[in-house]
């Protein structure tokens, strides 16, 4: 009974699910509609416990960090502080940010933080620019020859000194881009149908947790 | 001496990055921007829409990529008004809600209109990718009641609109995922609305394939995109502003590369080339200490 549970029912559903997820695309009938609009409620559920799920792998990652004091466990002691705090400021408030302690750590701690560490990566690719931009081969030439023309062309002062800069980027974009992220793209849609139908029909499982 | 050079401490950079972004930020030089046809036709196609069309704003983004995003909002919010569209806003990241409310909100009273009658922001609802099937199928079930607290159904801007078939035109301003190409796989293609999309700089070479097929009918890229549609709409704001830093540090990143690349050919090519190389290879503790 408990391995019926663990593999034979979890395979059943998933292959159910799946192969009713593909025909209903091609269907469209108000019965298979309404299912879909049923369907995609209880997805919403789903993610909603996956989003507790995630919180409590959090809170063992840092706890065990804590516990064990190894190196930066400091960290992970503001990861739950930060978290307290928001959470109970957050209940207080009634999740209402206008005028109330939640909508101050929204703007004034949430916003200012995520906007630094974004604005701090500007800093570090220049000099991870300098560092490791090298023309050490052919391929590493081409881009870096790429990188210069589209960094060129893509800003006012670029096409102010050399009007043909702003076309050629254009050019770099739509065409070589598009050509490459086109050979990208189809290879990963192919390799997602590929495991779609692996998982469909039982051959892949390691979503199963591994067990047999 | 270049291999002094190469090994230059990286608080040069950081400071000649800093003044090149705030030089340009206290005195705009204000050169010329060229509008790319991608923007121009997210642009057109607003400007064709009959005033009382549907336009819906996802927000998908986080404060992070608030520069990038927010002037691309504000310059298309103020374009949609002015063309009186019933504007639906929404966003499918939870922590970009507060600010996506903001905005709408904000350009909303600026042009004098009514929350609920000219416009409505919905506000986060938990699924991601699954929010847009939701939304396709029964737009009240996705969301039930507005960020307000309003019952969806009942607002005079919703009249009509009952999904996502009855949208004119949807705009993703997106940092990731879920976002434009989310918009397209789940929405798009099974409601058949028109779809266009706003990005941050790092994604936007990702979507070209989908502009060029016509998956997405424009896109606005980066921040260069949001001061070309900043330009469209006649509003110079914080994305022309910050071209002019934009160009300086581009230019500083252009110097950088070049005087890497000349130190590198300049320096003795058997000997200290191949030491310096060991010790500096990416992910070395030296390399990292630097």
């Not at chain 1, 706890?63 to 190894?70: D, E, L, M, P, S």
Request: charged fraction near 15%; glycine fraction near 12%; include cysteine.
């Amino acid at each position: 009974m408990i391995l019926f549970l663990r593999r034979t029912f979890p395979l059943i559903l998933t292959f159910l699910f799946g192969v009713a997820g593909a025909l209903q695309y091609y269907i469209p009938h108000p019965v298979s509609e309404a299912a879909l609009t049923e369907v995609s409620v209880w997805l919403r559920i789903i993610l909603g416990f996956a989003m507790i799920l995630g919180i409590a792998s959090l809170c063992h990652v840092h706890y065990a960090k804590i516990r064990t004091r190894v190196a930066g466990w400091g960290y992970s002691l503001v990861v739950y502080l930060s978290m307290m705090i928001t959470v109970v400021v957050g209940v207080w408030s009634r999740g209402q940010e206008e005028g109330t302690g939640f909508g101050w750590i929204y703007t004034y701690a949430l916003l200012a933080l995520q906007g630094t560490m974004f604005a701090m990566l500007g800093f570090f690719v220049a000099s991870a620019a300098f560092r490791a931009f090298r023309a050490r081969s052919k391929e590493a030439a081409v881009l870096l020859v790429a990188a210069i023309l589209m960094m060129f062309g893509r800003v006012p002062l670029g096409e102010y000194l050399i009007p043909m800069a702003g076309p050629v980027a254009g050019w770099l974009l739509s065409v070589v881009n598009t050509a490459a992220r086109r050979g990208i793209l189809i290879g990963i849609s192919l390799g997602g149908i590929a495991m779609s139908v692996k998982i469909i029909f039982g051959i892949e499982r390691s979503y199963l947790g591994g067990r047999d | 001496m270049a291999g002094k050079l190469l090994r230059m401490d990286r608080r040069v950079i950081f400071v000649l990055i800093a003044l090149a972004t705030l030089i340009p930020l206290l005195r705009p030089i204000g050169l010329p921007i060229r509008i790319s046809p991608e923007v121009k036709q997210v642009y057109d196609y607003i400007e064709s829409l009959p005033p009382g069309s549907v336009f819906l704003l996802s927000l998908d983004f986080d404060p992070a990529s608030k520069p990038e995003l927010y002037p691309m909002a504000v310059a298309l919010l103020n374009h949609a008004f002015k063309r009186d569209l019933r504007v639906i806003g929404m966003t499918l990241w939870v922590t970009g809600t507060g600010m996506a409310e903001k905005v709408v909100s904000g350009i909303a009273s600026e042009h004098g209109k009514r929350r609920g009658v000219d416009y409505t922001f919905l506000g986060y609802s938990p699924g991601g990718t699954n929010v847009i099937i939701n939304m396709g199928q029964d737009l009240a079930a996705a969301f039930p009641t507005d960020h307000y607290g309003e019952r969806t159904a009942d607002l005079p801007v919703m009249r009509g609109v009952t999904s996502l078939r009855q949208v004119n035109y949807v705009v993703s301003l997106a940092a990731g995922t879920p976002g434009v190409e989310s918009w397209y796989v789940y929405g798009k293609e099974k409601y058949g609305f028109e779809l266009g999309g706003g990005v941050t700089a790092v994604i936007a070479p990702g979507l070209y394939p989908f502009l060029d097929t016509g998956q997405i009918n424009g896109l606005i890229g980066g921040l260069r995109g949001a001061a070309e549609y900043e330009i469209l709409v006649g509003l110079k704001g914080k994305a022309v502003a910050g071209m002019d830093a934009q160009s300086a540090t581009h230019f500083i990143i252009i110097g950088l590369i070049l005087l890497c690349n000349l130190f590198y050919f300049l320096t003795p090519r058997v000997g200290s080339r191949s030491v310096g190389r060991a010790q500096n290879r990416p992910g070395s503790p030296r390399e990292a200490g630097r």
